[in-house]
């Protein structure tokens, strides 16, 4: 399932308090999509990094009564109050006695005499174990008190996020341009970095930054393997010897428009972020002497940029024009 649909998944599974497991490769995001949830319903997150937890740690340690009996007391961070998600991450990482520990907890909500209150659901997560990082089979018996979702990355789903969260607009624009490195992990391969969504947050902090090119190079080597950023530096160069998204914009029917899809990703990019109802007229004109997939690709982003620009007469001009593109 892509980022959006564990989303929709998750929201209904918190309303009916089903505890869940994300499956998914290192780096797909499990763990923000996770957060995400809790903070757009106003839940409090408690997240437990269950590989660091001896055995003993969920239950407590044991005192005795004023009768004379051993009562457990329960570790702090188990929440007692309120509404939200307790987020067991890397569960299947944990060794099999820290597993067995969660069972009553994840089944019964209960770990002897704690008790997890009635608005909090259990959410875990973890790799695959084709995926080649550290885990431990999950015994049967915990497996079956969980519905397993797996996580796949989605581009569409990355890119609005991206926006949102102001991710390098270069990148985006690059991420478009190779849609498959997004995620291209290879279990089978020693490689230290390798590109995910993650590597890729890391990325827009370094291209951010702007560093002198040798080192930025050096940089993304290190945060998405050799491959992925000499393509990404060479998809850089292209990006910045562009005019000026303001010159495009002045003289949209002048302005040259390339052959090289790299390039008119890359420009579309650039003058997207310009969206306004003034800047629509010159949007319209540049888009419509673009193949047909960049000039949908270049409205698109311009309407996610100003929503307002749908109302504008040139848009609705431009789309009449393109209204067979648009409804296949």
């Not at 490769?25 to 997240?47: C, F, I, N, R, W």
């Not at 797996?150 to 190779?178: I, M, N, Q, S, Y």
């Not at 850089?236 to 428009?257: F, H, Q, S, W």
Request: aromatic share 8%; with cysteine.
């Amino acid at each position: 399932m892509k980022p959006s649909e564990i989303v929709s998944a998750l929201e209904l599974l918190l309303e009916v308090r089903q505890p869940v497991f994300l499956w998914g490769a290192p780096g797909v995001g499990k763990s923000q999509v996770v957060a995400q949830v809790a903070a757009e319903h106003g839940m409090e997150l408690v997240d437990i990094r269950a590989v660091l937890l001896d055995p003993v740690d969920l239950r407590g340690i044991p005192r005795i009564d004023d009768a004379g009996n051993a009562v457990w007391c329960p570790p702090s961070f188990l929440p007692r109050s309120g509404r939200g998600i307790l987020f067991l991450d890397e569960l299947n990482t944990a060794p099999p006695l820290v597993q067995a520990a969660c069972y009553q907890l994840i089944l019964d909500r209960k770990l002897g005499e704690y008790e997890l209150p009635e608005d909090w659901t259990i959410v875990a997560a973890g790799n695959r174990e084709s995926d080649r990082a550290v885990t431990h089979r999950m015994p049967s018996a915990l497996a079956n008190r969980m519905i397993h979702l797996d996580f796949d990355p989605d581009l569409d789903d990355w890119l609005a996020w991206a926006e949102r969260t102001g991710v390098e607009p270069k990148l985006r624009a690059f991420l478009r341009f190779r849609p498959k490195l997004l995620h291209a992990f290879d279990p089978k391969k020693s490689e230290k970095a390798f590109p995910s969504p993650r590597s890729w947050e890391f990325a827009s902090r370094i291209i951010a930054a702007d560093r002198p090119a040798r080192i930025t190079h050096a940089l993304l080597k290190g945060a998405v393997g050799e491959a992925a950023a000499a393509e990404c530096i060479g998809f850089l160069k292209i990006y910045d010897e562009l005019p000026d998204a303001e010159a495009m914009l002045a003289d949209p029917g002048g302005v040259r428009i390339p052959d090289d899809p790299a390039v008119i990703y890359a420009m579309c990019e650039s003058v997207a972020r310009e969206a306004s109802d003034e800047t629509m007229s010159s949007l319209a004109v540049l888009a419509a002497r673009m193949p047909v997939e960049f000039s949908v690709l270049l409205m698109r982003d311009a309407a996610a940029v100003e929503p307002s620009i749908v109302e504008t007469e040139a848009f609705q001009g431009w789309a009449r024009a393109n209204h067979e593109v648009l409804v296949s």
